[in-house]
């Protein structure tokens, strides 16, 4: 079985600049999770979908963030127009079920906004 | 303040003892898990222990769970050079149909061979 795979491993952007992040949970997951770890501190959550709902956008920090999940599948978060403190790292994750069970995280993507 | 807190914050040992971790967290839980970070690498699954349990192995290492001190302790066993990485206690809350995990802001462990 395949993990959560994200793409792209890193990416380096001027301020201003639009960056996608895509995760691919694994298959059969509904849950897709997106999380983010910056400046070295705690990991933070973002948000959750359950299939192409989104369940909770609470931790998404303004609207300069877009995630998507058309289709149930794969998920993108759109960074527009990126600021320098959006660098970090961004974590997805996947569960089959929400709740008692454990999340598994992709590898990340490290963004770098300069 | 974060749901789960490590300590220590940073961890230094010799190859072949054992590295100990705590976490305490504020609210009720359902589970707790610990994930490894190596350093420029994803998180990897340690650990689950549920709310009911109190201790937990897997190979080398050991998890406690006590509720009524909303602790838990992460031992890792006859380390290697290897562990050398961020290890993350991380509590789930759920409200309402929402589910998500907090995370502690880490402790890094430093095996020296």
């Known amino acids: 079985e395949a993990g959560v795979t994200q793409f792209p491993s890193h990416s380096v952007i001027e301020k201003g600049q639009t960056v996608t992040l895509r995760c691919d949970p694994i298959?059969?997951?509904?849950?897709l999770y997106w999380y983010r770890r910056v400046m070295g501190k705690e990991i933070k959550f973002l948000l959750h979908f359950v299939k192409e709902s989104k369940q909770d956008e609470s931790g998404m920090p303004n609207n300069r963030f877009l995630a998507e999940r058309t289709g149930g599948t794969y998920s993108t978060l759109k960074v527009q127009p990126a600021e320098l403190e959006d660098s970090g790292v961004y974590f997805c994750?996947?569960?089959?079920?929400?709740?008692?069970?454990?999340?598994?995280f992709g590898p990340g993507t490290r963004l770098l906004v300069l | 303040s974060q749901q789960g807190e490590e300590d220590p914050q940073a961890l230094s040992i010799q190859e072949g003892e054992n590295a100990t971790m705590n976490c305490s967290y504020k609210t009720s839980i359902n589970n707790l898990q610990w994930y490894r970070q190596n350093s420029g690498r994803g998180l990897v699954h340690l650990i689950l222990i549920r709310s009911n349990e109190r201790e937990k192995h897997s190979g080398r290492l050991r998890v406690t769970l006590d509720t009524s001190k909303k602790s838990s302790s992460l031992l890792i066993t006859a380390s290697r050079a290897a562990d050398t990485a961020s290890y993350f206690c991380a509590t789930d809350l759920r409200m309402d149909s929402s589910y998500k995990l907090i995370f502690g802001s880490g402790t890094r462990l430093l095996v020296r061979p």
């Open positions: 298959s059969g997951h509904d849950n």
């Open positions: 994750a996947s569960s089959r079920t929400r709740g008692r069970e454990t999340q598994y």
